[in-house]
C-alpha cells in the first residue's frame, strides 16, 4: 500500500480564487508521481478536525469578505496551528490566508481582523491595488515567478524573514521590494496563478517536509520539470 500525506485545506469555500485550486493538485500530482497517496482533508468553519493528522496545510486567498467570514474561526485553530507550525508542519499561505497568518489585517474600512501569530507580520489594507505579474528572488527556492492582486500592505516585523526580494512586482507592499514571509517551514505570499505549477522548487520543497517528518529522511525522486520550467520562463517575460 501506498505510504499517506494528508494535505489539509484550510477554507477552500471561502479563501480560493485566482486558482488557488491548482496548488493543491501540483501536491497531489508530485506525491503520486512519486508513489504516495495524497489524502486531501477540506476544513471549512465549524468543522471538527484533528490536527495532528497534517502533514502540510494549506490556505488560499480571498476577498475582504471571505477573510471577514473566516477569522473567527481561524483564531479558535490560532494555538493548533502554531504548534504545528512550531513542529516543522510545511505550510503554504496565499494572500487573504498569508495575511491572517500574522498578528493580523485592518481593512481599509477600519476593521481588525485578529490574525494567529504564525507569521510577525501585521497587513494594513490600502485604497492602492497591487496587481500584476510578480518576480521574486529567493535564497532557497531560486527565482519565482506568479501573479498578485491584493490591496493589502504587509509589513514584516524586525527579524522577520521574508521569501525573498521582488525584482518585477509590489510584493508586501510598494516600498520595501520583500515578498511573503518565512517562519520555519511556513511560507507565506502573495503569488496566485497559481504558485507551485510554475515553481516545482518551492513545491517540492513542502513535500519533502512533508514526507520526511512522517516517514524520516530521504531525498525526493526526481521529476522532469521541463513543462513547468517552460511555463515560468514565459510567465517570467510577461510585463507587469
Not at 468543522?47 to 479558535?76: N, P, T, Y
Not at 519533502?208 to 521529476?223: F, N, Q, S, T
Request: hydrophobic share 40%; aromatic share 8%; glycine share 14%.
Amino acid at each position: 500500500m501506498s505510504r499517506e500525506i494528508t494535505i489539509v485545506h484550510l477554507y477552500p469555500r471561502e479563501m480560493n480564487i485566482y486558482g488557488d485550486m491548482g496548488n493543491i493538485i501540483t501536491l497531489v500530482r508530485r506525491l503520486e508521481w512519486r508513489g504516495y497517496r495524497a489524502q486531501v482533508r477540506s476544513v471549512e468553519i465549524g468543522e471538527k478536525f484533528d490536527f495532528d493528522a497534517a502533514d502540510l496545510v494549506f490556505g488560499g486567498g480571498g476577498q475582504d469578505s471571505g477573510q471577514q467570514v473566516v477569522a473567527e474561526d481561524l483564531l479558535k485553530r490560532g494555538p493548533a496551528l502554531r504548534a504545528l507550525a512550531v513542529a516543522g508542519v510545511p505550510m503554504l499561505t496565499i494572500c487573504g490566508l498569508y495575511q491572517l497568518f500574522g498578528h493580523g489585517f485592518k481593512t481599509v474600512q477600519g476593521e481588525n481582523l485578529p490574525g494567529i501569530d504564525v507569521f510577525n507580520t501585521t497587513t494594513i489594507g490600502g485604497k492602492v491595488r497591487m496587481i500584476g505579474n510578480i518576480i521574486v528572488e529567493t535564497k532557497d527556492f531560486g527565482r519565482l515567478v506568479g501573479f498578485e492582486n491584493h490591496s493589502g500592505q504587509t509589513l514584516l516585523d524586525d527579524g522577520q524573514e521574508s521569501l525573498g526580494r521582488v525584482v518585477k512586482g509590489y510584493g508586501n507592499d510598494p516600498k520595501s521590494r520583500r515578498e511573503g514571509a518565512m517562519s520555519n517551514f511556513a511560507v507565506g505570499t502573495y503569488m496566485h496563478g497559481p504558485v507551485l505549477p510554475k515553481n516545482p522548487r518551492l513545491a517540492d520543497f513542502l513535500i519533502a517536509k512533508a514526507v520526511e517528518r512522517r516517514y524520516g529522511a530521504g531525498e525526493l525522486e526526481p521529476l522532469d520539470d521541463t513543462m513547468e520550467q517552460a511555463a515560468a520562463k514565459v510567465a517570467s517575460g510577461r510585463p507587469q
